[in-house]
């Protein structure tokens, strides 16, 4: 079977399950077990988000939300490659790191609150440094995973040729532990948008519109039970698009090409 077949029956067997919980779904709703307003029909959820779309409020508010969790996850990305290449370099930054993240990847973000809010305000800032704070962490574990699986015959195959460590890192070691970097950016993904929502609740509308958190909460508040889950569906369907279409074809061009999967 190839890559292709593989994905097409991926997506298949994801279709198949999500037209079973949808029907599922309607069927509870119809069935009068719970009430309208804490049960709504998939009619009623997909009118609210209709409705939002059109006024533009949920389209600004996701684009907010989105700007918001590229910019943690980049920044995030970024700094775990380097903290970890400087922990495989030496011994001392290695036993630094390491206890840092002892330290800090048990931490939830929304723990830190009360600390953020005193250094860094209630804007977008802090919403941005909860985020880094919840996906560096894991990232770094992987990547170090990644590093450590690493035969020393490459590293010192590239000593050999002449490269220098910054070279070894990035042209021998990264390539290398790319499953376990690809790891590590999906379960980062995961968790900056757990972060990004419950910080936006809190916080409440950061910005001009605030983000899809703020978009849901106020929807609780105003018992608009469709329109939470409008803003649940759009949440869920961005993941479900960034896993199937944006972290699937990457591992296809990669991992997977160069058969290391």
Not at 60 to 71: A, M, R
Not at 94 to 120: C, E, K, M, R, S
Not at 244 to 253: I, N
């Amino acid at each position: 079977m190839t890559n292709k077949d593989s994905s097409r029956n991926k997506i298949k067997t994801r279709l198949f399950w999500i037209t079973i919980i949808l029907i599922t779904w309607e069927i509870m709703a119809k069935s009068g077990a719970f009430p309208e307003a804490i049960f709504p029909s998939l009619l009623d959820i997909a009118r609210a988000l209709g409705d939002s779309v059109v006024s533009g409020e949920i389209l600004l508010q996701t684009g907010f939300s989105l700007v918001l969790i590229l910019e943690g996850f980049l920044i995030s990305l970024l700094a775990a490659i380097l903290m970890s290449s400087l922990a495989v370099s030496n011994k001392v930054f290695n036993g630094l790191v390491d206890t840092l993240t002892a330290i800090a990847h048990p931490l939830p973000g929304i723990a830190l609150l009360p600390l953020i809010i005193i250094w860094f305000g209630t804007g977008t800032l802090s919403i941005i440094v909860i985020i880094v704070h919840s996906v560096i962490w894991p990232m770094i574990l992987n990547i170090m995973t990644g590093f450590r699986a690493i035969s020393p015959v490459y590293k010192e195959a590239g000593l050999n040729f002449g490269l220098n460590h910054f070279r070894i890192i990035k042209d021998i070691m990264i390539p290398a532990s790319l499953p376990y970097v690809l790891s590590g950016m999906r379960i980062g993904w995961a968790r900056a948008w757990r972060a990004l929502i419950s910080a936006e609740m809190i916080f409440g509308a950061v910005g001009l519109k605030g983000g899809l958190g703020w978009y849901i909460f106020k929807q609780r508040v105003f018992m608009d039970t469709p329109g939470m889950f409008a803003g649940l569906f759009v949440i869920v369907l961005i993941g479900i698009i960034v896993e199937d279409y944006v972290f699937a074809a990457f591992e296809e061009r990669t991992v997977k090409k160069w058969g290391m999967i």
